[in-house]
């Protein structure tokens, strides 16, 4: 089953402009990571971001987490055509009995125009 | 490091045949994990190995599906026999010890797109 739910399911906008891709879950976590897959191609690990912590960056990433809520965001800034990519959020559930095991969102399918 | 190498990266055959999809983790990732993509159902986990020794398989679907993992560098995943239904993008993914930094991270490999006729 899915855990995360990404939101919206497609993105479009153009280079330059700021994207914002939100995910909820459902359970209480370990960490919450954020992956990239480029069409025909397999996943890249972004950023993690553990339960303890509400913000964090890297790059043009800018990644939140509100445990209350039970949600996260990715902001990408500046962005460039080659951000055109379907991006999941990943939890690590507690009660799964090990952090190491993902449950991945529906994705988001982010396109900009050059 | 080369990253994950998964073979075939395609793969087409006729329903009752069996398939096997191959994986090599990165060198020295304690994990691995074998997953399957498609557009109805998404990235579901199948089975993950820790130390070579398959920790959680619940997500496989049934018992045509089996997975090994006979040395710390090879794994497979087969199907037996294969059904349309099946047929879907197969990714394997290996992750790090907890000595390492990166030891949440997953590195995903290219897939095996399979399509059962």
């Known amino acids: 089953s899915q855990q995360g739910e990404e939101d919206p399911q497609a993105l479009s906008i153009q280079e330059g402009e700021n994207a914002t891709m939100n995910c909820s879950y459902k359970t209480s976590i370990n960490n919450l990571q954020w992956y990239r897959q480029n069409s025909g191609r397999g996943l890249v690990h972004l950023i993690l971001?553990?339960?303890?912590?509400r913000e964090k960056h890297s790059g043009r990433l800018r990644v939140t987490l509100d445990t209350s809520k039970k949600s996260s965001s990715l902001l990408i800034t500046a962005s460039r055509a080659a951000d055109t990519a379907s991006y999941f959020c990943a939890t690590a559930s507690i009660s799964s009995g090990s952090a190491r095991q993902l449950t991945f969102g529906s994705g988001t399918q982010l396109t900009v125009l050059p | 490091d080369a990253g994950v190498i998964q073979s075939p990266r395609h793969e087409v055959t006729e329903m009752g045949q069996e398939v096997t999809l191959r994986c090599k983790p990165i060198s020295g990732h304690d994990y691995l994990f074998w997953y399957r993509q498609t557009m109805m159902r998404g990235l579901e986990l199948l089975i993950y190995f820790n130390n070579n020794v398959p920790i959680d398989d619940s997500g496989m679907p049934e018992d045509r599906f089996s997975a090994k993992m006979p040395n710390a560098s090879f794994s497979t995943l087969k199907i037996q026999p294969s059904e349309p239904r099946d047929s879907a993008v197969y990714f394997c993914a290996s992750s790090p010890g907890a000595g390492a930094s990166s030891y949440n991270e997953q590195f995903f490999g290219p897939g095996t797109r399979l399509t059962v006729l």
């Open positions: 971001i553990r339960s303890n912590e």
